[in-house]
């Protein structure tokens, strides 16, 4: 109970820092949304409608310091981010959960499958340390790691859809399909999602293999693993319930931070293949200056971090007890 109360209170006061420092950065860059609005149009406008645009957008300069973060605070938990000057006139939280299903379908799809994958080849390659899968995965995916995500995107659609057309140029969908829960259009929203799947999945899961490999080779060397096998019990039961389960532990905050940026989706592969995800908007709002569109997407992704972190430092103490007494 303890070491619940003391994880609780971390997430807690981590997260009141998180949202005190993204309450100040867009106060303390140089411009002004409303200005930055108007700039779009010809003309002069009145002091008046320059206000309004301001107050419309969260900033209010005629307000303290103090009662603008209280402000922004009861309007975080309650979900009134202000408008979008990208998509203008949208809410924020409206194009932020329009882009968030398609950010953690590709990229949390991927991150989750990238760590299975990556810690199965690293475990058997450890276990068969100078056999065949030994020599040939663990290099192999190490160097492909090694290439960035958007030559890898941009190869694959030079080969894949200018070459050989087998798959589509980008975007989530067809043009011509009207979004639904039908099988025709999940079948073209997984179409689209083939060829950036497999450049985050290519590109991420060598990082878990060596990881995992080295880790199983030092749990392998330990006094248990030994008592096991001397004991006579299965080589998969000792591979799986006592080293590989071990073995593991160390990549679980990783895992966890994974998970946590997987809400800031690939920008690059988003880019790229002009995915509606979250990394898609992110860049645009920087580009555009949108400052409303970009501290709720820092602080989407500063919160999925620090709950994923918590869940897995929870996962730890199931897996762990040891974990429990260290807290």
């Known amino acids: ?55 419309a957008f969260g900033v209010n300069n005629s307000e303290s310091v103090i009662r603008q973060y209280f402000s922004y605070l009861a309007n975080t938990f309650t979900g009134h981010w202000g408008l979008s000057l990208t998509f203008f006139p949208d ?103 083939i060829l950036p799947a497999t450049v985050i999945l290519v590109t991420s899961v060598g990082g878990w293999v060596l990881t995992m490999r080295n880790n199983m080779i030092s749990t392998l060397s330990e006094d248990y693993v030994r008592m096991a096998r001397a004991k006579g019990l299965s080589p998969a039961r000792i591979m799986f319930a006592y080293a590989g389960r071990n073995a593991v532990l160390p990549n679980l905050t990783g895992f966890a931070m994974s998970l946590g940026f997987v809400v800031s989706g690939a920008i690059l592969v988003e880019y790229v293949f002009s995915y509606p995800g979250v990394g898609y908007i992110l860049l645009s709002a920087v580009e555009n200056e949108d400052y409303a569109l970009m501290q709720t997407l820092f602080l989407f992704i500063t919160v999925a971090v620090l709950i994923a972190i918590l869940a897995m430092d929870f996962v730890t103490m199931a897996l762990d007890p040891r974990a429990r007494t260290q807290g």
């Open 1 to 55: 109970m303890r070491y619940v109360l003391r994880r609780l209170g971390f997430f807690v006061a981590t997260l009141w820092a998180c949202l005190t420092i993204n309450f100040a950065l867009p106060r303390l860059m140089p411009g002004n949304p409303a200005v930055a609005m108007m700039s779009r149009f010809k003309g002069r406008i009145s002091g008046q409608a320059l206000k309004a645009l301001e107050i």
């Open 91 to 193: 809410q924020v939280s409206h194009v932020v959960f329009s882009a968030l299903p398609w950010t953690v379908g590709l990229v949390g799809v991927t991150t989750v499958l990238a760590f299975i994958a990556g810690t199965l080849v690293g475990m058997l390659s450890a276990w068969r340390r100078g056999g065949l899968l030994d020599s040939v995965f663990p290099p192999l995916f190490v160097i492909v790691s090694a290439f960035p995500y958007f030559f890898l995107a941009l190869m694959g659609l030079l080969l894949f859809n200018v070459t050989l057309h087998w798959v589509p140029l980008g975007f989530g969908y067809s043009n011509t399909d009207t979004p639904g829960l039908d099988w025709h259009y999940i079948g073209d929203v997984l179409y689209h999602a």
